[in-house]
């Protein structure tokens, strides 16, 4: 007679079969009925709600100093410069890039957040996610139509450039270090030192 030992098997994990897709609207109910906190910063990529990591000290100096000289260089256009704010990519994707210059006033956004066609510049600042600002959220934004993508390497300092969005990516990325300038695709008036939106040098 064999006995069968049914105690459970504690290392066991069932792999999932299929993970839950958000929509934009999920995850705006979500949030309403308190499942996700109001200290808990979140966007939506690709149906997933990813938690970000906290910010670090020189990835806000650099968001600031990129904020303060493209405000600068912008003034009296019809546009803003939107900070961790959401942008709604299509039905399944709203991130909240780091910085974005977002087409009209703030008013004009009153009932709905901008899509890409309000957006004509994107910027992510990155630390620890330089992997995944370039090699994930670049097809993201290249989806959906982002003509001028940038990720402020800080590590590094260098300005990853990607611009020509296809289905399949950006088909051209370039990489600036310092003491190069850099000139938004959309605005051909206007030149920015990159060693101006970089912390200092430690």
Not at 21 to 46: C, F, K, N, P, Q
Not at 56 to 79: F, G, M, N, V, W
Not at 125 to 131: G, I, N, Y
Request: one cysteine or more.
């Amino acid at each position: 007679m064999t006995i069968l030992n049914k105690s459970p098997n504690l290392n066991f994990t069932p792999e999932p079969t299929a993970l839950k897709r958000w929509t934009v609207e999920d995850y705006h109910r979500i949030s309403e009925l308190g499942m996700i906190r109001d200290d808990e910063r979140t966007e939506l990529i690709a149906g997933q709600v990813l938690f970000m990591a906290a910010k670090e000290t020189p990835h806000i100096l650099a968001l600031r100093l990129l904020s303060i000289a493209l405000d600068k260089l912008l003034a009296d256009q019809s546009l803003f410069i939107s900070t961790q704010d959401p942008i709604q990519l299509d039905d399944f994707s709203e991130p909240e890039p780091d910085c974005a210059i977002v087409r009209g006033t703030a008013l004009n956004y009153a009932d709905r957040h901008p899509c890409p066609s309000d957006i004509a510049l994107v910027v992510e600042v990155a630390d620890s996610t330089l992997k995944y600002d370039t090699e994930v959220k670049d097809k993201l934004y290249a989806q959906s139509g982002i003509v001028d993508y940038w990720v402020v390497d800080l590590k590094n300092r260098q300005l990853h450039i990607f611009r020509n969005p296809m289905p399949t990516g950006y088909t051209k990325h370039l990489i600036l270090t310092e003491p190069n300038q850099v000139t938004p695709l959309s605005f051909s008036n206007i030149i920015l030192n990159l060693t101006d939106i970089l912390p200092p040098a430690m």
